[in-house]
């Protein structure tokens, strides 16, 4: 499974806003990762046609979370800027070449998609069991309980580490 680098940076992004009392403009945020502005700018888009962050307008505008860090899984993240579509897709290749398997024949998926489609699954399960809160959980065991809140000063500051 390979996901695309916009579901790290969109991870990142859920993590430190909520350290954030006010909206982030993005520009903020890339500026802290040390990312590109216009291709954070796509995932936080992608994280809120999802409903996971919600764009504030106006002069002091930009994201703030929208649920509880609790409710939001690495799988709600991975589906809203990757998209839900299974890994694997099988193109029923068992019934081609000299050996095909006639399709009336093919009522059961093949060994190959069983498997493949268990794996998914799994691997979706164990996102799903994984959320924001746990991420935050593991800054602060990690980095200390200042961590993110000096984060979130930075980020609400509008220039420069202070």
């Known amino acids: 499974m390979k996901l695309s680098g916009g579901v790290e940076w969109a991870l990142h992004a859920c993590v ?3 350290a954030a009392a006010e909206p982030v403009p993005a520009a903020r945020l890339a500026e802290l990762h040390e990312v ?3 291709y954070l700018a796509k995932q936080l888009q992608a994280l809120s046609r999802a409903g996971l962050v919600r764009s504030v307008q106006g002069k002091t505008g930009g994201y703030v979370i929208t649920r509880d860090a609790r409710e ?23 019934q081609r070449g000299p050996f095909a398997t006639p399709p009336e ?10 498997a493949m489609g268990a794996a998914d699954a799994a691997w979706r ?3 799903a069991g994984v959320t924001i809160a746990d991420l ?17 000063t930075w980020l609400n500051a509008g220039s420069g580490p202070h």
Do not use: H, M, W, Y
């Open 16 to 18: 430190v806003l909520t």
């Open 36 to 38: 590109s502005p216009s």
């Open 72 to 94: 939001i899984t690495l799988l709600d993240v991975v589906q809203a800027v990757d998209g839900a579509s299974p890994a694997f897709v099988c193109t029923e290749i068992r």
């Open 105 to 114: 024949e093919c009522t059961k998926q093949c060994p190959v998609a069983r």
């Open 125 to 127: 399960a164990s996102l």
């Open 136 to 152: 935050v959980s593991s800054v602060e065991s990690d980095n200390g309980p200042d961590a993110l809140p000096a984060i979130g």
